[in-house]
């Protein structure tokens, strides 16, 4: 067996491992999500944990309001609600609604009631937008064209229009708590949403966690 199809046996076991389990709930043995319940994937699965998962773990979180900028399916929403404690707040913004549904059940299951969901895509102003994702890895979503063309070349792949705003308009048309931490994992669109969170940073002066999607892509400014 070669290294192609050593690639494409174990993205198919990855990917029928996923159905079979997208429905069964376990207590994650890792991770960020460490002793708390997970609707599918596999957490049950013991792993190392990574550098920004490190990082993270140090930080002091009790009390303060987070915002989580590309949720996914709510791992990192979990890990932060249990992280603020009972006196702080998190608001996690997701456009992808059946993320949105999974981050709803997750937080059901561990019986959090600190987190506001929001289901609009982040960026530079309010208009709508196409969000690509493959349907086997919904977390990888994104609304940026070049990688939004990559994601389009997979059998999978799946296409809805969604609501996008900036944060700043968010937090003042909401009457959102002013953030503590801001983590942004948007899958290209990184630039996009900070630009149009300068009012925030500059009058509350968030600590940002930000998570760097094509950075050899040249884009018009």
Do not use: W
Request: glycine share 10%.
């Amino acid at each position: 067996m070669n290294k192609g199809q050593g690639s494409t046996l174990k993205a198919t076991v990855i990917s029928v491992l996923r159905s079979l389990l997208k429905n069964s709930v376990c207590t994650s043995r890792s991770g960020l999500a460490k002793g708390l319940k997970l609707k599918g994937g596999s957490g049950f699965i013991p792993r190392g944990l990574s550098l920004e998962e490190k990082f993270l773990l140090g930080l002091d979180k009790n009390g303060r309001t987070i915002y989580d900028i590309g949720a996914g399916t709510g791992v990192f929403t979990l890990f932060f609600a249990r992280s603020v404690g009972k006196n702080g707040n998190v608001i996690a913004f997701e456009p992808n609604p059946q993320n949105c549904t999974r981050i709803a059940e997750h937080l059901k299951l561990n019986t959090f009631d600190s987190v506001k969901v929001l289901g609009i895509a982040l960026g530079q102003k309010r208009e709508k937008g196409t969000l690509a994702f493959p349907k086997s890895a919904l977390r990888r979503g994104s609304l940026q064209e070049d990688i939004k063309a990559s994601i389009l070349q997979a059998k999978d792949a799946e296409t809805i229009q969604v609501e996008i705003d900036s944060l700043d308009s968010q937090i003042t048309g909401n009457n959102l708590p002013n953030p503590d931490f801001v983590k942004i994992d948007v899958e290209g669109l990184e630039l996009d949403v900070l630009q149009r969170t300068s009012n925030t940073i500059k009058d509350h002066k968030p600590r940002l966690f930000v998570e760097i999607h094509g950075v050899g892509i040249q884009r018009k400014m």
